[in-house]
């Protein structure tokens, strides 16, 4: 039992390794926010439609199933959305350590959607996330609207974990990956075409933008959604967003070495970062013990 909590435990980490490349490669890429999503749920959409196809899973969806699906789709657009945006505006650090709140909000957010009792701990780790992310924003005052904007891509996340906690106990986890990013998908090229955003432009780019373009939309995507809603079977939400915090640990050591002195923060960016990181520790080791009682 100890061994499949460790290895669940090192295959999430594994995913938030990967989603540390993910604001990397959203700055690398030269392109607006809202055609970086199109183009990274398109590939994505594509990739999943060929793993469900040779998977040989066959279902239909009913009409309810489509509007869960196409809620859960609003919310990673909008998430992603909002997440690159952020990039673009501020930095990849900012928006990796903003973007580390996310687990204040799924402790707020699931015992709502579970009815579950609050448990005290949970609130006081999210509490030094919160502390941390407030540290970071008095000293990074020029960043502040990307900091604003990397919360509400937070608060989206922690939303999208909890409701696919709910929904991966009714849907396979490659099926409903495919229908949710189908339907971002869906609606933001509604939304594309009516602001007149398809052009020519939107395909000029680089042989290298179009393989970045490739790896965000399969490796980092269409892989590492599928495998954590599967991962929501055996972690809650709060863990799941709490390990994610992570996430500016990997994503900031990469956008260093790429990006250097851009990407470099004032100290007190880190004090406030490790304080966030800290509580991923502390989360761990009360939950093992908290098993062990």
Same mark, same amino acid.
């Given at each position: ?33 809202? &055609?970086?999503?199109?183009?990274? %749920?398109?590939?994505? +959409?594509? $990739?999943? #439609?060929?793993?469900? @196809?040779?998977?040989? =899973? ?94 509400? &891509?937070?608060?989206?996340?922690? %939303?999208?974990?909890? +409701?696919? $906690?709910? #929904?991966?106990?009714? @849907?396979?986890?490659? =099926? ?100 966030? %990181? ?16």
């Amino acid at each position: 039992m100890q061994k499949n909590s460790i290895n669940k435990y090192l295959q999430l980490h594994f995913i938030v390794f990967i989603w540390g490349f993910t604001a990397v490669l959203g700055k690398l890429i030269p392109i607006d926010a809202v &055609s970086l999503v199109w183009f990274r %749920l398109l590939i994505a +959409v594509v $990739a999943l #439609y060929f793993i469900v @196809y040779f998977s040989r =899973i066959k279902y239909r969806p009913t009409g309810k199933d489509y509007l869960r699906f196409a809620f859960g789709g609003t919310i990673i657009g909008l998430h992603w959305l909002t997440f690159f945006y952020a990039i673009k505006i501020s930095n990849v650090s900012i928006t990796l350590a903003a973007l580390s709140t996310g687990a204040f909000f799924a402790s707020i957010l699931e015992p709502i959607f579970f009815k579950k009792k609050i448990q005290p701990y949970e609130i006081i780790l999210a509490g030094f996330t919160v502390i941390g992310i407030i540290y970071i924003f008095n000293v990074q005052i020029e960043h502040s609207t990307g900091i604003v904007v990397a919360l509400i &891509s937070a608060l989206l996340s922690a %939303l999208f974990s909890i +409701v696919n $906690a709910n #929904y991966i106990k009714k @849907y396979e986890a490659k =099926i409903l990956t495919f229908y949710e990013l189908l339907f971002a998908f869906l609606l933001l090229s509604i939304f594309m075409f009516t602001n007149g955003e398809f052009n020519n432009s939107l395909f000029q780019l680089s042989l290298t933008d179009y393989i970045y373009l490739l790896v965000l939309g399969t490796v980092c995507t269409a892989f590492a959604l599928t495998y954590s809603n599967k991962l929501l079977r055996q972690v809650t939400p709060f863990t799941m967003m709490l390990t994610v915090n992570l996430e500016p640990v990997y994503g900031t050591i990469l956008a260093i070495l790429i990006f250097k002195e851009s990407e470099y923060m004032n100290p007190h960016f880190y004090y406030g970062a490790i304080l966030i %990181l800290t509580t991923v520790i502390l989360n761990g080791i009360i939950k093992t013990l908290k098993k062990r009682d």
